[in-house]
């Protein structure tokens, strides 16, 4: 039987919340990568028998608690995302604070410490603000260096002015936006060697060296929601 990464992926998660589950119930609990695995394996289920999106959130967040999982793992899991196979396609889920509140941080294993003073995110970074429009019928998020002028097509803003820019937060944090949201970002030039890979495979290259102009056009031909009406400040 010959089987794609993901579905071997897929399997992987499956037999590993068996364990968990079979664990669980013998009162152990459960680790990091046990608990998540249930939660994930139950995220596919409900997915697959097209639960809708808010009620698979909600229910994801409700199958274990913090009582059930080993000490720290509320902290070093705050947040759960995954790709669930929906009737309608692939959404992404997200699930906060799965096992509760994360108690003591500074004593979980793999606790990050904060420092005493604030620090500065993208210091001597030149910000653009945007305003972003979220037109689809489902949640979406954008991730800290995704190249934001090929963010997903539903999202209505001046893209022009987002070419070759990313959101201003955190590397590996995001910005979500609900149903009908609209909201101002902050976005700053993509450093580095400057080029653009994938995304929405609009550049695929050196950013300097592509025509914006011309980009923008091709974006708009397959369905890319532009508005000028957001200006940049």
Known sequence: ?????????????????????????????????????????????????????????????????????????????????????????????????????????????GAVKPADEPVTVNPGAVAVNVIVENTADVPIEVTSHFHFFEANRHLTFDRKAAYGMRLDVPAGTSVRWRPGERKEVELIPIEGDGHSWGFGGLVDGPLDVADAAATLEEAIKRGYQHGEEADAD
């Open 1 to 109: 039987m010959r089987l794609t990464g993901k579905e071997i992926n897929r399997l992987t998660i499956f037999t590993l919340a068996e364990l968990a589950r079979r664990r669980r119930a013998r009162g152990r609990r459960l680790n990091a990568p046990e608990a998540v695995a249930i939660v994930c394996d139950e995220i596919f289920e409900m997915a697959w028998d097209g639960l809708p999106l808010a009620e698979v959130v909600d229910r994801a967040g409700a199958l274990l608690d913090r009582d059930e999982v080993m000490e720290g793992v509320p902290a070093i899991v705050p947040r759960i995302e995954v790709d669930a196979l929906f009737p309608s396609g692939t959404l992404l889920v997200v699930v906060e604070r799965p096992f509760g509140p994360p108690g003591d941080v500074d004593a979980a294993p």
